[in-house]
């Protein structure tokens, strides 16, 4: 559609360029005087080249289209701003990454997220990477002997009979129109295996570092408050990268270039995009993560210090000096007066046949066990 749009434009810039041409078989004063509206009405033909651009890189935001709609909105761009594949790559990909702050910004907006909200957004970006590294290799990746589909698209043209037919004497028409063709084959190479997957690698981790940075102020991962919630953001983050549900769109590019079903799709995909084992987990999340569970368990100590007097809590433990201890009572001293409380005099009993009646080391090093540990204090 957008393509398309783009080779009207394209045509219509030839014919009103041969109808101007001041050396050329017409005389454009003549033209000019016979239909006072063409160079008004050229201006607003002029007008479509920004409107074609600027719809097609409005098109690339919009999620959920095929991979098919993407390459004619690439193809567009590249025909109306004269960009090489390198550079329409790159648009590709700085697209998806407003997609992903999209994604950010609305969660860490919302002042009453949960944690629920922040793990729904690290699956969805997550998604979005895996979804964007296996579109460029279906859009350029130049596998086997069939041709990327970006290429595919931009350098498909009807033919010239379609094009002209019926046009009277299109011999200059045909012309431009070929010099354009020509022009835009030389421009449009083939991009090489390793620039792609350079290109990627720094992608993905720009990405991570949007993901795991202040949004609006906050990091989105501080909505986790517990140690469980870290554990199931982590285990729904690894299920997202194992599905094979994320990557159902590349599965028959996968398929063709593999010749037969793909079990673990993003396994192949980055084998081939990114040519190396690019683990996901330990490239975006891992360090934030941990991050994040050391604040939760500084913070649990922070809590208990506040409720628990420490020096109390030792001193109801420790004998005063030259008293001896009684090991059997101070097992089974109540939780209210500190100590270990959880052994039950059953148990103690059941011991003794096998322990008999020597006394245990730790109830003659019991203070100086005490002391070794939590220091003079």
């Avoid at 101007?20 to 003549?30: A, E, K």
């Avoid at 950010?104 to 009453?112: D, H, I, M, R």
């Avoid at 009807?158 to 046009?167: D, M, N, R, T, V």
């Amino acid at each position: 559609m957008f393509l398309e749009a783009a080779a009207r434009y394209i045509r219509a810039k030839h014919v009103h360029s041969i109808l101007m041409l001041p050396d050329g078989d017409l005389d454009h004063n003549n033209i000019l005087s016979n239909f006072p509206l063409l160079q008004h009405q050229w201006q607003i033909v002029e007008s479509f080249k920004a409107q074609i651009s600027q719809r097609s890189r409005e098109r690339l935001l919009d999620r959920g289209l095929s991979v098919a709609a993407y390459a004619d909105a690439l193809a567009a761009v590249a025909v109306t701003d004269d960009l090489d594949p390198e550079r329409v790559l790159g648009l590709f990909l700085e697209a998806r990454k407003n997609w992903i702050l999209h994604t950010l910004t609305a969660s860490a907006g919302n002042g009453n997220a949960t944690s629920s909200v922040a793990i729904s957004a690290f699956c969805d970006v997550l998604n979005i990477i895996q979804v964007t590294v296996g579109q460029v290799g279906e859009l350029f990746l130049h596998v086997m002997n069939d041709m990327p589909l970006f290429y595919k698209v931009i350098l498909h043209s009807p033919p010239a009979s379609q094009l002209f037919g019926g046009i009277p004497n299109p011999d200059e028409e045909v012309r431009l129109w070929k010099s354009f063709r020509d022009k835009l084959e030389s421009v449009t190479v083939m991009l090489h295996k390793t620039f792609i997957s350079s290109t990627c690698w720094r992608w993905v981790r720009d990405c991570g570092a949007q993901i795991i940075s202040k949004i609006n102020g906050r990091y989105l991962i501080d909505t986790i408050p517990s140690g469980q919630e870290l554990r199931t953001a982590e285990k729904l983050i690894r299920l997202t990268m194992e599905s094979k549900e994320v990557l159902q769109e590349s599965l028959e590019w996968l398929k063709s270039v593999f010749g037969s079903d793909i079990e673990l799709p993003w396994n192949r995909i980055r084998e081939l995009v990114l040519e190396g084992d690019l683990d996901l987990w330990n490239e975006i999340f891992e360090d934030a993560f941990v991050r994040r569970m050391k604040m939760i368990i500084d913070s649990g100590f922070e809590d208990l210090t506040r409720a628990v007097n420490v020096s109390d809590a030792i001193h109801t433990i420790v004998v005063t000096s030259g008293e001896k201890m009684d090991f059997e009572t101070y097992l089974i001293r109540p939780s209210t007066g500190g100590g270990v409380w959880f052994a039950e005099p059953n148990n103690l009993k059941k011991l003794g046949p096998l322990l008999g009646n020597r006394a245990l080391p730790e109830e003659d090093n019991l203070q100086s066990c005490l002391n070794a540990y939590f220091g003079p204090e």
